[in-house]
């Protein structure tokens, strides 16, 4: 298994407050990534990394930022947390962006009240 | 919208029968796709992948079909399993840099 470790797994809070998702990978993968998994809806593209510093927004950015200020660490964080952005988050890793496999964490199940 | 999508929700199979799995994808300039297995309370799990450039790719028990006239993938499990009960979903790149779509997922049930 790639060695990505996603915390908290499971979190609840209340609408309006911030939260912050971690995850740390070992495997020294360039890329690092975050979705959101809904039913109905395929993984969807939050942010990604492309390096230390270096991000750039997916297709469902609103609401979300994210840091990476060292090349195993991703972080993302809700500012004011919506009952909107419950759902469960998937960090992945990958060596290139496409063309090859992303590898991802267990997941974060997120639920705001 | 979702450009990867999978044919069937559910799909049941008895134990020890092959299972094929099928993905239709909207865009021909698709050329790089994965296969990704999830079970529940997990991530994604990577199985498969082949690029465009090929027809059929084969891993452990598992096979890999890209059809790119119809834009249609399918994945063959031989032997199936319990251990096989779980969402697949497949996953597509269009172009060089771009990111990952995702299907929805179907539902692999394995009747023992």
């Known amino acids: 298994d790639a060695g990505i470790t996603q915390s908290p797994r499971h979190k609840v809070t209340e609408t309006g407050t911030p939260v912050t998702l971690r995850c740390h990978q070992t495997e020294n993968h360039r890329y690092m990534y975050w979705y959101r998994q809904d039913p109905g809806h395929g993984l969807r593209l939050i942010h990604y990394?492309?390096?230390?510093?270096?991000?750039d927004k997916g297709e469902v950015s609103d609401g979300y930022s994210v840091s990476r200020s060292k090349t195993e660490d991703f972080l993302l964080t809700l500012e004011s947390a919506t009952s909107s952005q419950t759902s469960v988050y998937f960090c992945?890793?990958?060596?290139?962006?496409?063309?090859?496999?992303?590898?991802f964490g267990d997941g974060t199940r997120l639920s705001i009240l | 919208g979702e450009s990867v999508g999978l044919h069937l929700p559910t799909l049941s199979v008895q134990e020890g029968d092959n299972s094929i799995i099928n993905c239709a994808y909207s865009?021909?300039?698709?050329?790089?796709f994965i296969w990704y297995k999830q079970e529940s309370g997990k991530g994604p799990q990577f199985i498969i992948d082949i690029r465009s450039n090929m027809d059929k790719r084969q891993g452990q028990r598992v096979t890999v079909l890209l059809n790119k006239t119809v834009k249609h993938l399918s994945l063959q499990i031989a032997a199936t399993q319990p251990g096989d009960s779980a969402v697949y979903f497949c996953?597509?790149?269009?172009?060089?840099?771009?990111?990952?779509?995702f299907g929805k997922g179907i539902t692999l049930s394995v009747r023992p």
């Open positions: 865009n021909s300039a698709s050329d790089y």
């Open positions: 996953a597509e790149r269009t172009g060089a840099n771009s990111k990952l779509t």
């Open positions: 992945a890793i990958s060596v290139e962006q496409g063309n090859q496999p992303q590898h």
């Open positions: 990394s492309y390096g230390v510093k270096d991000t």
